[in-house]
């Protein structure tokens, strides 16, 4: 059921194994009390607001459904009108509950037409037809093949392809709530598109594209939550869809300036205004360390370890190690796993498995058909998910670089250090510039065969990092073709909040809800809490820019990075 009922209340508690391994071991801040207490003990305590391109939070505001003015086709043809319990079937044999609806076929040729044309309104993806039953016709209804990329639904005006809508989702991750609705919907997924990622354990917000896709086709799913009774209900379906409008463009990775969380630590010590007023202090005077979290590098903490296999073209080693079960892995796959492992045959493995288009099921489809083509197989799966790896490796190093260069300088800024400069474009600070130069310029390059490396002890740093692990600058290029190049960036080093505010919470039930959320308002409910208690939570709530994670400015305050 719910998971965040069947986990464990913790205390603060020592770093993970799994920090120093990809190179989180730094603090910036020391002179305080660290925070204690539980980190998503429910889903409601951690809340993430995308704020988009022009400043403004995305918040679910309506579920009204934008006109759809369509070229009349067959404008010799009268629409039928259709009944509500058509409706009804309509929406079961789209929201896939069944595969095929039927219903009573009119005797007058004129009427059936009337009736098939509008099916094909109601909804693009479905096929009818009418069919003999006996002595009676029936009109079947049914969903067309998988939907083609450029298949054309109603929109209106032939420049706004995508549709735009905002995703409020919780206990899933953007990802998997694609592949879901993906599914629903019967289009690929790579029709959708979005900014970033957003946590699963959270009530998270953000706006998605969808190429060629009715708002009415996410406004029928919508009609389950709306139907749900009871609280369970509600979180059994993940996500809900609101504000729609068509757009000529779709939304890209990196289309937002940030996010805004609220986050809710509960059974907290150590809590007094003086403590808190400290930890506040310092962060906005001193900022954290710009770490990439834990989460870049998967529930297994070895995504990074699949990326230097890729980039050192070991290929089979890369796809031994994907299809190796681990503690995370779910029951079923694992089965799957262990069969192909014992057997060797990827065929007699994909047949386990009931999704085909997973991870596992993508590279075993590629092997059943040539066994020993492992590049092949790696290269059958999104672009997304092969750069992942790659990205997790850069994010590796990156950390190491980090976690040594203020194990030994602190947090000074150094001659060589490299800064934003004219155009895009970096360069380094001179010993006369290091003065006037602060730590939250300072600029660390994600490696690749295209970045400036810091002129001064950071270059050396990289350099170890990467002989370590027998790699250089140039494996970055070409590891599975000219598009997947890894060219580099670069990333502060240290990052300082604009703002940091708290509030103080007294409680008794350890499953009272302590925050009221966009789904209270959704769904009406007024959000009442009692100003009393013997336990102690702490709300916290910042903005935090693109590509920054809150958990690495909650492991500064909590010297603890569990999630």
């Known amino acids: 059921k719910q998971w965040y009922q069947r986990r464990v209340r913790e205390r603060c508690k020592p770093l993970s194994p799994r920090s120093d391994l990809v190179g989180l071991t730094e603090f910036v801040n020391h002179d305080f009390i660290p925070l204690t207490g539980q980190f998503k003990s429910r889903v409601e305590d951690f809340v993430v607001t995308e704020i988009n391109l022009q400043g403004v939070e995305v918040r679910v505001k309506s579920f009204?459904?934008?006109?759809?003015?369509?070229?009349?086709?067959?404008?010799?043809?009268?629409?039928?009108?259709?009944?509500?319990?058509?409706?009804t079937g309509l929406n079961k044999v789209l929201e896939k509950e069944t595969p095929a609806f039927s219903f009573p076929a009119p005797a007058d040729k004129l009427e059936r037409t009337a009736l098939h044309k509008s099916i094909g309104k109601f909804d693009c993806s479905l096929s009818s037809e009418t069919v003999k039953e006996g002595e009676n016709s029936v009109i079947n209804v049914k969903l067309k093949g998988k939907l083609s990329f450029g298949s054309r639904d109603k929109r209106p005006g032939r420049n706004n392809n995508f549709l735009h809508f905002t995703l409020l989702k919780w206990n899933v991750t953007t990802s998997d709530a694609v592949l879901r609705l993906s599914k629903l919907l019967n289009v690929k997924p790579k029709n959708f598109s979005y900014a970033g990622q957003k946590d699963k354990r959270g009530i998270t917000s953000q706006r998605v594209s969808c190429r060629f896709l009715e708002p009415k086709r996410l406004a029928g799913i919508n009609r389950r939550f709306f139907e749900a009774t009871n609280e369970d209900e509600i979180f059994k379906f993940s996500y809900v869809m609101g504000d729609f409008e068509f757009?000529?463009?779709?939304?890209?990775?990196?289309?937002?300036?940030?996010?805004?969380?609220?986050?809710?630590?509960?059974?907290?010590?150590?809590t007094s205004v003086e403590n808190l007023q400290c930890i506040r202090k310092l962060l906005l005077e001193n900022g954290f360390l710009n770490y990439f979290g834990l989460q870049r590098f998967g529930n297994n903490g070895d995504t990074h370890e699949i990326g230097k296999l890729i980039l050192k073209k070991d290929y089979q080693a890369v796809v031994e190690k994907i299809l190796t079960p681990n503690e995370h892995t779910k029951r079923n796959v694992t089965d799957c796993l262990n069969q192909y492992k014992t057997s060797g045959d990827p065929s007699v493995a994909l047949h386990m498995l009931s999704y085909k288009n997973s991870l596992e099921g993508l590279l075993l489809t590629s092997l059943s058909k040539d066994p020993t083509n492992f590049k092949g197989a790696l290269k059958s799966l999104h672009y997304k998910q092969q750069t992942l790896y790659t990205h997790a490796y850069q994010s590796y190093v990156w950390n190491k670089v980090l976690s040594r260069r203020v194990r030994e300088h602190g947090t000074a800024v150094l001659p060589g250090d490299l800064v934003w400069g004219e155009g895009d474009q970096v360069r380094h600070v001179s010993g006369e510039e290091v003065i006037q130069t602060d730590i939250t310029q300072v600029l660390l390059p994600l490696p690749g065969y295209d970045v400036v490396l810091p002129d001064n002890c950071c270059r050396e740093f990289f350099e170890e990092v990467l002989q370590g692990d027998g790699m250089s600058l140039e494996d970055f290029k070409g590891s599975l073709g000219k598009e997947f190049n890894v060219s580099g960036a670069y990333r502060n080093v240290v990052f300082k909040p604009t703002e940091f505010e708290f509030d103080i919470i007294k409680y008794n039930d350890e499953n009272e809800k302590l925050i009221s959320t966009d789904m209270d308002r959704i769904l009406e409910k007024k959000f009442e809490r009692l100003e009393k208690g013997d336990r102690t939570a702490v709300r916290l709530q910042f903005t935090l820019p693109k590509s920054c994670y809150a958990t690495m400015l909650l492991r500064e305050i909590r010297r603890h990075d569990g999630l």
């Open 64 to 87: 009204s459904i934008p006109e759809v003015v369509e070229e009349e086709r067959n404008p010799g043809v009268k629409v039928a009108e259709l009944s509500e319990d058509v409706v």
């Open 247 to 270: 757009n000529k463009s779709e939304i890209k990775l990196g289309d937002l300036s940030g996010n805004r969380f609220s986050v809710v630590l509960r059974d907290c010590e150590q």
